[in-house]
């Protein structure tokens, strides 16, 4: 028996659960709706957010011998947080930090551009102004 765990169980995770079981995996899901599709149908539940890795991580580290856990993943918006259960838990993962990297995308463009990567041109957006002076800069340069 080799068991996997999926961060998250709603109506787009019912499916990955299902395939998962039929080929044989013993399927853990976590979410905090008890109501959720993927709860009903996995055959272990752990009651909580995507964002507590430590109820998460320890659950998993109690768990992982027994239930033979090979691995975690997620179909959500939520890489980052897996990533830190999974170094937490020794399970095959990319570092948190590369997670955090790429998912930023400010962050990234910025790292990219620091190493004389090409990228596209782009406007950082934090507030109205900014937004209101990207969009001046635009019109004035398309004319």
Not at 37 to 49: C, E, L, Q, R, T
Not at 54 to 73: A, Q, T, Y
Request: net charge positive.
């Amino acid at each position: 028996m080799k068991s996997i765990i999926m961060v998250g169980a709603g109506i787009q995770e019912k499916i990955a659960v299902e395939k998962l079981k039929a080929n044989g995996y013993t399927v853990i899901v976590t979410d905090k709706n008890l109501d959720a599709p993927g709860v009903k149908i996995a055959d272990f539940h752990i009651h909580a957010s995507y964002s507590d890795t430590k109820k998460i991580s320890s659950w998993v580290l109690r768990e992982k011998e027994k239930l033979n856990i090979k691995g975690i993943f997620t179909l959500i918006h939520a890489a980052y947080e897996v990533s830190v259960i999974a170094k937490t838990c020794n399970l095959p993962t990319l570092e948190p930090h590369i997670i955090l990297v790429s998912d930023e995308k400010i962050l990234h463009k910025k790292i990219l551009e620091k190493n004389g990567l090409p990228i596209a041109k782009y406007k950082e957006i934090k507030s109205i102004n900014d937004l209101e002076a990207g969009l001046k800069q635009f019109h004035n340069s398309a004319i």
